[in-house]
């Protein structure tokens, strides 16, 4: 599976902001020089492995710690989404229509796969992913960030993301049960 570059960029930003030039180099000795090479010099609209971006959390991980994966991936989402949320800002009345369309953007980031919104409710929805062998275990878990951020950015407070079925478990789909604590109320 290819990625857009835009998904490791943010990453490599995320860290550089959050801890620091000499922790981001940390990471990237751990990577392979064509990683280090893509986390340097990668345009956001270019297409790489998805194996590159596991690579990277990967490094992330054993420098920063099991929860790194997931933290990057939120990140990557808040990056992605703030663009997209201000502009349909007034989709909060309807948090479902929203969150339908941001997972319809999928495509736009990967090259195999469709993610949809599978259910919606007033405590919860379920995403999944289908026709698409993640490239690793730590890319389900930034997209459990990922599916983290896409509650908050539609007002839901609180959301928690359990990655409930993974194609390399075996299962049919990747599935995320996304709890919310509430969501705004419509005017």
Not at 33 to 54: G, L, M, N, T
Not at 90 to 109: D, E, G, H, N, T
């Amino acid at each position: 599976m290819q990625i857009k570059a835009q998904g490791i960029l943010n990453a490599v930003r995320f860290v550089r902001e959050r801890h620091g030039e000499e922790v981001l180099e940390e990471i990237l000795t751990r990577c392979s020089p064509s990683v280090q090479e893509r986390c340097r010099s990668a345009i956001a609209i270019e297409w790489h492995e998805a194996a590159e971006y596991e690579a990277l959390l990967e490094a992330a991980a054993a420098v920063l710690g099991p929860s790194a994966p997931k933290e990057l991936g939120a990140a990557g989402a808040r990056a992605n989404m703030s663009g997209f949320m201000r502009r349909a800002a007034f989709y909060l009345v309807r948090p479902s229509y929203a969150m339908k369309r941001v997972a319809s953007a999928w495509s736009q980031f990967n090259d195999e796969g469709h993610m949809r919104l599978v259910d919606f409710s007033e405590n919860g929805a379920v995403v999944e992913v289908t026709e698409v062998v993640p490239p690793g275990p730590l890319f389900c878990d930034a997209l459990s960030g990922w599916c983290e951020v896409l509650g908050t950015r539609v007002g839901a407070r609180e959301p928690v993301a359990r990655h409930t079925a993974c194609r390399l478990r075996g299962d049919a789909t990747c599935t995320w049960d996304i709890e919310f604590a509430s969501l705004p109320e419509a005017s």
